[in-house]
C-alpha cells in the first residue's frame, strides 16, 4: 500500500487561508477540509484496522486482559498508538478549527449581509430620495407650467374678450354714426323737398301772375290796337284818299305790331 502525504495535527493547526473580498478563500478551505477529511478517513480506516486486529488477539487469549495505555502500546506497538493519538487530535483540532473558520465565515457573512442590507437600504434611500426630489421639481416645474399657461389662457381669453368688445363698440359707433348720417341725409332731403315743392309753388304763383298779367296786357293791346284801328279809319274816311292813305299808312307804320300770344 503506498501511503500519500499525511497531515500532522500541526499542519492542520498552523494552516493559513487567504482572505478575499468575502472572507477567507472558499476554494482553500474546501481544498483543505477535503485534506482533512481524507487523512481522517484514512486514520479511521487505521484505526478499524486495528481494532479489529485488538479483537481477534482478545478472541484468541483465554480470558480478556484490560490493557492498560502502555501495555496497548506494548501490545499495539508505539507506531500504532501514536496514530490512534494523532488520530484524536487531529480529529479534535480539525473539528475545532473547523467550528472557528465556520463560526468565523457565518459572522463575516452576518455582517457582510448587514453591510450589503445596510448599502442596499441606503442606496434605495438614496434612489427613494433622489426619486421624491426629482418628482418634487417634476410637480413644481408641472405646477409652474400650468401656472403659465393658466395665466396665457386668462391672457388669451382677456385680450379676445377686449378685442371683441372694442369691435362691438366699433361697429355701435359706425352704426350709430351711418344711422346719424342717414338721419341727416334724409332730414336735408326732407327740407330740400320742401323748399323744392316750396319754390315749385312760388314759381307756378309767379307764373299765374305773369300770365294773368301777360293776359290782361295782351288784351290792353288789343284793344288798343283796335281802337287805334278804328280811330284811323275813322280819320281817313275825313280826308282826301290820297291824304287819307298816307295819313293811314303813318298811323299804321306808328303803331307797333303786337304778336299774340
Known sequence: ?????????????????????????????????????????RLTDEVVRLSAELVMARQQSAAPVSLTPQQATELLGADAARIIQTAENAGRDIQRRAEENVEKMLREARSEAAEIR?????????????????AKDLEGDAKVRHTAAVEGASKVRTDAYEYARNVVAEAKTARKEILQDLAD??????????????GIDQLRETYDELRSLLDSSVRVLDSSLDDARNAAISAAQSFDRNDAEDDAAAVQASVPEVDEP
Open 185 to 198: 341725409r334724409r332730414q336735408r332731403a326732407r327740407r330740400e323737398i320742401t323748399q323744392l315743392r316750396a
Open 1 to 41: 500500500m503506498v501511503e500519500t502525504s499525511r497531515l500532522t495535527p500541526d499542519e492542520v493547526a498552523s494552516q493559513e487561508f487567504s482572505h478575499g473580498f468575502r472572507g477567507y478563500d472558499v476554494q482553500e478551505v474546501r481544498s483543505h477540509l477535503r485534506k482533512a477529511a481524507s487523512e481522517m478517513a
Open 118 to 134: 445596510s448599502n442596499a437600504q441606503q442606496d434605495v434611500a438614496d434612489v427613494l430620495e433622489t426619486a421624491e426630489r426629482r
